[in-house]
């Protein structure tokens, strides 16, 4: 189906909805998702339908700096009545357990917009879903927009280009996608330094700088075929955490925690994705293994179970163990 047909599908599903459509996204929402939903919130709003972002599981401390700098306010609390929502930048129910059961309800509506891969459990009960193999899922709410010839406030623009830099790692994961994207936001009056500073500015609380010098301490460091593991466990804070253990040298960085349900944050060097290794494919694999659900992109994955058994948390290390060996010991 063409862009064009699902705009239109789109919009003939939307006019039907009685009461207000709630946009939301994942659990800690970065940049990416909030542009995203908010990009979504002005396109359902131009096809004169009432519609609310809401994200009930909180924001990030980066995504919270770049709202108060570009000077859109966010909130909280969904509407308690909506049966029609739009998922922004996720597909898995385990994302976003405040609206778990009202997302399962049989009377709700699912609309998805996401560029993870493979799609979550909320895929199969959606009406419509616009799933891209682009680095960001603000990319293609951009495209949406452009498609319907709308235009935006530069305010929101701004957010726009923040959410694609952050998701494409400032552009070292950009596609032609991307470019459009940012060239049309940039006409909408979208400050590129603005947002580009707004992701920059990394401010880290005490309890993640506790989090991360918790992380290293208990680190476990495997080479593999001349490639480093570098393993840890943390209470919170795991993509931060994983993040760090990529700065401080891993080849794969993996952080998990969890006390009566599982996470894991996983990520995988520059070098390691030029020869193979991704860390999504990793995810989805010990995800089937446990139970759980599992994805990402090659340099940065997660897995989530809503419970955890005893020795699970180390098995996410032995099949990551397994796979290094399989994609990389036969090439050294």
Known sequence: MSLKDQLAKLEKILVNVNGEVTVTSHTNCDPDGAACSFLVAELIRKIGVPVKVCFPEGISKVTKRTLDKVGINWEKECPAESKTFVLCDFSNPLLLQHLQ??????????????????????????VLTFLEN????TIIATKLLIEREAKISGPLASLAIAGILFDTKRLQYATIGTFKALSWLLSMNGDYKLAYDSISEEVVDRSEKIARLKGLLRSSVIEVCGYIVAYTEVSANEASVSRLLISAGADIAIAVGGKKELRASMRVSDELQRIGVDAGEIARIIAEKIG???????GAAGINKATIEKGEKRLILSETLNYVSRKLCSKT
């Open 292 to 298: 759980g659900e599992g994805g990402g992109h090659k």
């Open 101 to 126: 059961n009202r997302l399962l309800q049989p009377e709700s509506q699912l609309i998805i917009i996401d560029h993870h891969f493979p799609p979550g459990l909320l895929v199969e009960k959606a």
């Open 134 to 137: 682009e680095p960001a899922s």
